[in-house]
């Protein structure tokens, strides 16, 4: 009896301990997927902001998170603003994260004359800008050309502008791409800070 109770005791602790993991696990996949996600900083485009090797939370149901496997997105806090630092897929590879600072919104305009980005005739000198930029010969940042942002897209600007790949090169952000808004550095412990 005594043998059959210790057994039924030790099946009842390993039971336990067994929910306790499971539910650990749901709960860890339920905020990484709708709440707040890790990522690291792979390269310089978003220095001195961001610096290579750095790690970040980013609130990914702030602009409403994405329902895995539907194509459906949970209702949305607020809408992304110019100078939102944001976190979304590539839209020419959907395998990559890309992290941005958000400068434009549907329906503003954008233009860069002598270098300097203009976004509806307002040079661009808040957030981590500078002001000053080298345009290129991509099709979305030649010299003087000025471009409307369609409504449900987004134009983004590493701050390190002459080491970033972003809006100028490659297009707009659509809204269904953005992941969320980075927020917090949080390694190293040096750079422990709020994301501006």
Do not use: H
Not at 28 to 35: K, S
Not at 38 to 58: H, K, N, Q, Y
Not at 94 to 109: E, S, Y
């Amino acid at each position: 009896m005594k043998k059959d109770a210790n057994k039924t005791t030790g099946k009842k602790v390993f039971r336990e301990w067994v929910e306790s993991i499971l539910i650990a696990l749901v709960l860890a996949m339920f905020i990484r997927t709708f709440v707040v996600q890790a990522f690291r900083i792979p390269t310089g485009s978003m220095r001195t902001t961001l610096m290579e090797g750095d790690v970040i939370l980013v609130n990914k149901f702030i602009y409403g998170a994405k329902v895995p496997f539907l194509p459906l997105r949970l209702p949305a806090l607020r809408k992304p603003v110019a100078g939102d630092v944001v976190v979304f897929i590539y839209p020419e590879d959907p395998k990559k994260d890309f992290i941005k600072r958000l400068v434009a919104c549907g329906g503003d305009t954008v233009e860069i004359k002598n270098g300097t980005i203009f976004v509806n005739g307002q040079p661009l000198l808040e957030g981590g800008f500078g002001g000053r930029y080298y345009y290129n010969r991509g099709e979305y940042g030649r010299e003087a050309d000025k471009i409307t942002v369609p409504q449900g897209q987004y134009f983004v600007l590493g701050d390190n502008s002459a080491s970033s790949q972003d809006s100028r090169y490659w297009g707009f952000v659509p809204q269904e791409n953005l992941l969320g808004k980075a927020i917090f550095i949080y390694w190293p412990p040096q750079r422990l800070r709020v994301i501006q």
